[in-house]
């Protein structure tokens, strides 16, 4: 068994709680406040020493063992079945169809992406100035669009070339 170093502040925390709350950590040294209150619960529980139901933090199993301290014996309460509600919920299992699969991202017609596009597909492609103008859009934004949307979300391949003394053109490969 390894032991479980803790600081006088955890030690003090975790021991209050299993000795008066039956495990529910809801006392503090006056000395720790606010922030180090955080400090000290994100340190405890970073090391599974507690554990939070939501609202709550109470002492783990392995609290307990940092302090040579018996686990508490917790058995669950067996649910009683009930025979409509099985059924019930038998036949609504046996109604339910499989969720559809991932849709492809949709693309409207009209937006100014489809029309960037439109343009890029062009046998003689676009410049960003082109784009610029038919969109209102800012250089960097177009460059964004190519980087982000077309090549990381739709999975296009931009090419781009410059002819001598041009503007550089892009192009959906």
């Keep these: 068994m390894t032991t479980t170093n803790l600081t006088p502040a955890q030690h003090a ?23 180090a209150r955080k400090k000290v619960l994100d340190g405890m529980f970073n090391r599974a020493l507690i554990t939070n139901d939501g609202t ?4 783990a199993a392995e609290g307990y063992d940092a302090l040579g301290m018996k686990r ?6 067996i649910p009683e079945v009930d025979a409509e509600l099985e059924h019930a919920v038998a036949t609504a299992e046996a109604t339910w169809t499989p969720a559809p699969a991932q849709a492809k991202p949709r693309t409207r017609d009209n937006s ?15 410049t960003i100035g082109q784009i610029c103008t038919a969109t209102g859009w800012q250089a960097h934004t177009v460059r964004g669009t190519f980087a982000g949307t077309f090549k990381k979300k739709l999975g296009l391949t931009i090419v781009s070339d410059k002819p001598q003394g041009g503007e550089r053109v892009y192009r959906i490969a």
């Design 112 to 126: 100014k992406q489809a029309e960037v596009i439109r343009m890029l597909q062009r046998p003689e492609g676009a």
């Design 13 to 35: 925390i975790l021991a209050k709680a299993i000795n008066t709350s039956s495990g529910k950590i809801d006392w503090f040294p006056d000395n720790i406040k606010g922030g």
């Design 72 to 77: 508490p014996d917790v058995t669950p309460p």
């Design 56 to 59: 709550d933090w109470f002492v």
